[in-house]
């Protein structure tokens, strides 16, 4: 079982193809993180849960907190990774999802 993904995106549209593509960029980065900084971790990868809220990482108050930090010193890079499969998204569809570039923009 890997981790939680919890979607509260009220404001930005993205189909399905989408989200699952972005999961898996995030279940993917926070692999390498873990194997990277804390790799000890791994075996409770499954007690991870993140939040993207309107475009943005968030780890969950569920997140043990040994691990939580670990992710917490690699938010920026999380959040890159989102922010970039996000934008290929919006470009995608800029028609439907003009309004969501803006906001993730600024």
Do not use: C
């Not at 993205?14 to 926070?30: G, K, P, Q």
């Not at 991870?48 to 309107?54: D, F, R, V």
């Not at 890079?77 to 923009?105: F, G, R, T």
């Amino acid at each position: 079982m890997g981790m939680k993904i919890i979607w509260d995106s009220s404001e930005l549209k993205l189909d399905d193809y989408s989200r699952l593509n972005i999961e898996y960029a995030l279940n993917l980065e926070v692999t390498l993180i873990l194997i990277k900084n804390a790799e000890h971790f791994l075996d409770y990868k499954s007690l991870i849960t993140l939040q993207i809220k309107n475009g943005h990482v968030l780890i969950d108050t569920e997140t043990p907190q040994p691990i939580a930090k670990k992710l917490k010193n690699n938010l920026i890079q999380l959040q890159d990774s989102v922010s970039k499969l996000i934008q290929k998204d919006l470009v995608a569809w800029p028609s439907q999802l003009y309004a969501e570039a803006i906001v993730i923009n600024s």
